[in-house]
C-alpha cells in the first residue's frame, strides 16, 4: 500500500514551453501532497505543500507563478513549469501523506526527469 | 532552512558488515524518518519512529528515536550489495506537516 505514481518519468523540451508534471496516490486518498526538486548529489528542497482543494504554500524564493500547483482531488496533484528554462532542470519528485491518519509519513513518487533544452 | 545533520557524506564498508549512521538536530521532532533512494528514484521509507526512546525494526534495519528527540540513528546489519544507496533521515513535528531532511548518506558496499 501507499504508492504514489509520476507522469512522465522523463522529459525534454525546448526552452520558453511549459511542462505539466502528475502526481498519483494510486492506493489511498491523500490530505496533503508536496512538491520537491533535487540537483544532483545533493538532498531534496521542498518547493510547495498543496492540500486538496486549496492554494498551495510556496517556500521561500519558490516563484508560484512559475511553478503552478493544482490539487484537485485526493488523488491528484500536478505541477506545471510555465515557460521553461535550462536551469529549471532538475528532479521533481512529489510525496503524499495519508488521509485520516495522525502521522508524518509522506510516501514519495519516483520522480520525474526534466531537461530544458 | 533548517537541516538535519548526518555526515559523514559517504560510507564504504565490506559486505556481510554492520553499519550505522546518525542524525541530529538542534531542534526536536515528534517523528523520525530514514528513507533510501536509489539513483534516479523517489526515495523510500524504510522506519518511521513516533516516540522518543522508541526501537524499531524492519528486517536487517533498526532505527532508534533519541530520548531527547534531537537524534535518531539507523543501523544496517549484515549488509549486502543492495544495501547501497543514499540514506536520508527526517524530521517531522506533526500530521500532515513538511519534513526536514538530512543531506543524505551515500552508502558503498563492497562485495
Known amino acids: 500500500g501507499a504508492v504514489v505514481s509520476q507522469h512522465p518519468s522523463r522529459v525534454i523540451c525546448k526552452s520558453g514551453t511549459s511542462v505539466k508534471i502528475e502526481c498519483r496516490s494510486l492506493?489511498?486518498?491523500?490530505?496533503?501532497m508536496f512538491w520537491y526538486r533535487q540537483f544532483p548529489k545533493q538532498s531534496l528542497m521542498l518547493m510547495a505543500t498543496?492540500?486538496?482543494?486549496?492554494?498551495?504554500?510556496?517556500e521561500q524564493g519558490v516563484e508560484k507563478d512559475k511553478f503552478l500547483i493544482n490539487h484537485a482531488s485526493l488523488t491528484l496533484s500536478t505541477l506545471t513549469v510555465t515557460s521553461a528554462h535550462p536551469e529549471d532542470s532538475s528532479f521533481y519528485i512529489c510525496?503524499?501523506?495519508?488521509?485520516?491518519?495522525?502521522?508524518?509519513?509522506?510516501?514519495f513518487g519516483p520522480g520525474t526527469r526534466l531537461t530544458v533544452l | 532552512g533548517q537541516q538535519l545533520n548526518q555526515s559523514p557524506q559517504s560510507m564504504f564498508i565490506q559486505e556481510g558488515e554492520d553499519v550505522s549512521m546518525n542524525c541530529t538536530s538542534s531542534?526536536?521532532?515528534?517523528?523520525w524518518l530514514w528513507y533510501k533512494q536509489d539513483p534516479g528514484e523517489g526515495p523510500v521509507l524504510l522506519i518511521a519512529?513516533?516516540?522518543?526512546?522508541e526501537l524499531t525494526s524492519n528486517g536487517r534495519l533498526t532505527a532508534q528515536f533519541g530520548i531527547t528527540r534531537k537524534d535518531s540513528f539507523l543501523n544496517i546489519s549484515a549488509s549486502i550489495p543492495s544495501d547501497v544507496g543514499i540514506y536520508f533521515c527526517?524530521?517531522?513535528?506533526?500530521?500532515?506537516?513538511?519534513?526536514?531532511f538530512g543531506k543524505g548518506i551515500t552508502l558503498s558496499v563492497r562485495p
Open positions: 510525496s503524499a501523506s495519508r488521509k485520516f491518519e495522525l502521522d508524518n509519513e509522506q510516501f
Open positions: 492506493d489511498f486518498q491523500a490530505t496533503t
Open positions: 498543496s492540500n486538496e482543494g486549496s492554494k498551495a504554500t510556496y
Open positions: 531542534s526536536i521532532f515528534n517523528t
Open positions: 519512529l513516533y516516540k522518543a526512546g
Open positions: 527526517a524530521g517531522g513535528t506533526g500530521a500532515n506537516s513538511k519534513l526536514t
